[in-house]
């Protein structure tokens, strides 16, 4: 039982919506073996509606579902939760990755992969939620109210970021990355100080993964107005926001 995640004597609930059997079945022994408890769908099109009901603590998602694509379902997910959500998929591609990003979710396993390595993330996940949910307040009151600088109008409390005026659609990480920048507006944090604060340090995410969400943040400041551009590139040492 992992303590934490889930209320007293409830073990913590992954719901994975996956078609293959054989996959099916691997990732069901693994989580068990870990002391998870886990519901198996096979179609996506009730997801959204079981998730709603509550009591599930992770979703394990696969792309290629019979029914409906795993990004449909992502989507959908994303106008009433923000449950983590892990996609499970045969697509490797980078276009696949950004968008499962962008959709909003938290990970991307491509198959095939070790049940082994799919726990440890689930429970890296878990662990990023929690603190998420829980922790981004605990700095203190100077994190209260809203904050301008420049263009951008930051509320801490509400964890939302507007841009001219106009509120941006961000994902947690996208948040994360754009809050972190905000904070210092024109010092260069590199990749590695970026990931440390906008994943808590998580091991499972890469260098390539900021570069990524910085391509997605660059274009929803962009569809605002194609003159936005106020994230700097430092090749070689990492990102800056100029506000002026």
Request: glycine share 10%.
């Amino acid at each position: 039982m992992h303590c934490g995640y889930a209320a007293a004597q409830m073990p913590t609930t992954i719901l994975i919506a996956e078609d293959e059997p054989a996959i099916a079945d691997a990732v069901l022994y693994a989580l068990r073996s870990d002391g998870y408890a886990v519901e198996h769908h096979l179609l996506g099109g009730g997801i959204v509606a079981r998730i709603e009901r509550g009591g599930i603590d992770l979703l394990l998602l696969d792309v290629g579902l019979p029914d409906i694509n795993g990004f449909d379902v992502c989507r959908k997910l994303r106008m009433v939760s923000e449950l983590p959500v892990v996609f499970l998929t045969a697509r490797n591609d980078e276009v696949d990755r950004i968008l499962g990003l962008e959709l909003g979710g938290d990970d991307y396993i491509a198959k095939p992969f070790s049940p082994r390595e799919l726990v440890a993330r689930v429970r890296a996940r878990l662990r990023r939620h929690a603190t998420e949910d829980h922790g981004w307040r605990r700095s203190g009151p100077q994190q209260s109210g809203r904050q301008q600088s420049g263009l951008f109008e930051i509320d801490r409390e509400g964890r939302r970021i507007r841009c001219a005026g106009h509120l941006l659609e961000l994902t947690r990480y996208e948040y994360a990355l754009l809050s972190e920048l905000l904070r210092r507006p024109g010092a260069i944090l590199s990749r590695a100080q970026l990931l440390d604060r906008a994943w808590d340090g998580d091991s499972d995410s890469a260098d390539r993964t900021v570069d990524t969400h910085i391509k997605t943040l660059r274009a929803k400041l962009r569809a605002i107005d194609p003159a936005i551009d106020p994230i700097r590139t430092h090749r070689g040492v990492g990102y800056s926001l100029d506000i002026a």
